[in-house]
């Protein structure tokens, strides 16, 4: 049975429009329901039915709301085909993040950045991702639409406030597309653009030396060849995800198959061209033909066995 103490601080947490205590209370009075409590039914049915961008935006500070955006990794590190030199520097990361501590107890320092450059749609996102499902953390892409502004000397103060934000917890923070602001060093332009600008990739550069190592900072760019090489430098990994080969893919397609292991994706997959597309472009393609036989397979169920005679 719901207590007094339950309706009072659910009550407490909607009048304060604290959603994430009143989930926790909700949460917490299913949990003292009988079996059979209608509460508890209706209560369960009301949580279900939360967005999940609703939940995800309530892990943003609230300084930074505007700024970065809380992302749901939708891929584990086992869904993902990488090449085996990737592969193995991301399992000596993930090993030195599970004993950070003793690490930093013997005066030295954590590697937390990753850079991660290649075409577009081969993975970047979806590996930054991955790596904050493996080690539990959450997720934010900085939304650089939000943080440049016509008004550059703006900007830098956008970005100390977002580094700032962030290095109060534990998190992944992916810098999405870096060339956008960093390959802009040299500058062009007026005499006073170029200033602000360097003075924007300054404030960047002294905010990512000073982020503390519980913050996972994952940079991605599809030219890193443009990228200002103090950038580059400040980065322990440096990994790129260039165009499958068809070792990648087939290793891909195995661990697509996995994650749907009602469609016979392997044994009855049509031959697809997959030269020059990248990862994103087969899994569209991919997913086209899954729906496909999804559809006639549902169709050909629904179909009577035999007509009966006239």
Same mark, same amino acid.
């Given at each position: 049975m719901a207590k007094s103490q339950d309706v009072l601080a659910l009550a407490r947490a909607a009048l304060e429009n604290n959603r994430d205590h009143a989930i926790n209370v909700c949460k917490c009075m299913i949990a003292n329901e009988p079996e059979n409590s209608?509460?508890?039914?209706?209560?369960?049915?009301? @949580?279900?039915?939360? !967005?999940?961008?609703?939940?995800?935006?309530?892990?943003?500070?609230? *300084?930074?709301?505007? +700024?970065?955006?809380?992302? *749901?990794? /939708? #891929?584990? +590190?086992?869904?993902?085909?990488? !090449?085996?030199?990737?592969g193995d520097e991301l399992a /000596?990361?993930?090993? *030195?993040?599970?004993?950070?501590?003793? $690490?930093?107890?013997?005066?030295?320092?954590?590697?937390?950045? #990753? @850079? +991660?450059?290649? !075409?577009?749609?081969?993975? =970047?996102?979806? #590996?930054?991702?991955?790596?904050? =499902?493996?080690? *539990?953390?959450?997720?934010?892409?900085?939304?650089?639409?939000s943080?440049?502004?016509?008004?550059?000397?703006?900007?830098?103060? =956008?970005?100390?406030?977002?580094?700032?934000?962030?290095?109060?917890?534990?998190?992944?923070?992916?810098?999405d597309e870096m060339e956008t602001v960093l390959s802009e060093r040299a500058g062009h332009g007026s005499a006073s653009d170029v200033g602000e600008i360097k003075r924007v990739v300054s404030t960047l550069l002294l905010e990512i030396d000073r982020l503390p190592d519980h913050v996972i900072l994952v940079g991605a760019t599809n030219?890193?060849?443009?990228?200002?090489?103090?950038?580059?430098?400040?980065?322990?990994?440096?990994?790129?995800?260039?165009?499958?080969?068809?070792?990648?893919?087939?290793?891909? @397609?195995?661990?697509?198959?996995?994650?749907?292991?009602?469609?016979? $994706? @392997?044994?009855?997959? !049509?031959d697809m061209e997959i030269g020059g597309k990248s990862i994103s472009d087969i899994e569209r393609d991919l997913k086209k033909w899954c729906r496909r036989w999804v559809v006639e397979h549902a169709t050909s169920k629904a179909q009577p066995a035999f007509a009966l005679a006239s």
């Open positions: 209608s509460l508890r039914e209706r209560l369960k049915t009301m @949580l279900s039915r939360v !967005p999940s961008a609703m939940v995800l935006q309530d892990q943003v500070p609230n *300084e930074l709301k505007g +700024l970065v955006l809380p992302h *749901e990794p /939708l #891929l584990a +590190l086992s869904d993902m085909a990488l !090449p085996t030199a990737i /000596l990361f993930l090993e *030195e993040q599970a004993h950070a501590d003793a $690490i930093r107890a013997a005066g030295l320092t954590v590697p937390h950045k #990753l @850079l +991660l450059s290649g !075409p577009p749609g081969n993975g =970047k996102t979806s #590996l930054a991702g991955a790596v904050a =499902k493996a080690l *539990e953390l959450p997720f934010f892409v900085l939304d650089f639409s943080v440049v502004t016509s008004y550059l000397g703006e900007t830098g103060g =956008k970005i100390a406030k977002i580094f700032r934000g962030i290095a109060e917890r534990p998190a992944v923070l992916l810098i030219h890193e060849e443009m990228l200002d090489r103090a950038v580059v430098r400040r980065f322990d990994f440096l990994w790129s995800l260039p165009q499958p080969d068809d070792e990648i893919v087939q290793a891909w @397609l195995h661990c697509f198959a996995q994650r749907y292991p009602d469609i016979p $994706i @392997l044994s009855s997959m !049509p």
